[in-house]
């Protein structure tokens, strides 16, 4: 069974720095879209960056700027370098793979919380 691993979540201050992994092991990495969503407290899930399996990268505008996706095929992990962090930041940020025919894995997510 597939299962997509989050890391780098933790506590930080406003205007500080993180960078998340998501390691994708057991799947033909290269051939899937990657991304990365968030969920705050009592709001739906939304997408925050997208690469695609031909490195497109998309981001929503709250974060454009600020936060940089990235991918490693060779290690098949994506990235996401989140800089200049807010409060609003704060939120479980979850991994998607998902490629051509509806495959489509999610990980357990991990929390990032910025406050003073």
């Known amino acids: 069974q597939v299962r997509l691993v989050e890391s780098g979540g933790g506590l930080v201050q406003p205007g500080g720095s993180l960078r998340l992994s998501c390691g994708a092991p057991?799947?033909?990495?290269?051939?899937?879209?990657m991304g990365w969503y968030r969920q705050a407290p009592g709001k739906q899930r939304e997408l925050v960056a997208s690469?695609?399996?031909?490195?497109?990268?998309n981001y929503a505008d709250s974060v454009k700027g600020r936060f940089t996706i990235a991918r490693d095929n060779a290690k098949n992990t994506v990235y996401l370098q989140m800089d200049s962090l807010k409060p609003e930041d704060t939120a479980v940020y979850y991994c998607k793979a998902d490629r051509v025919g509806g495959i489509i894995y999610w990980g357990e997510g991990t929390l990032v919380t910025v406050s003073s």
């Open positions: 690469i695609t399996s031909g490195f497109s990268r």
């Open positions: 057991g799947i033909a990495f290269s051939f899937y879209n």
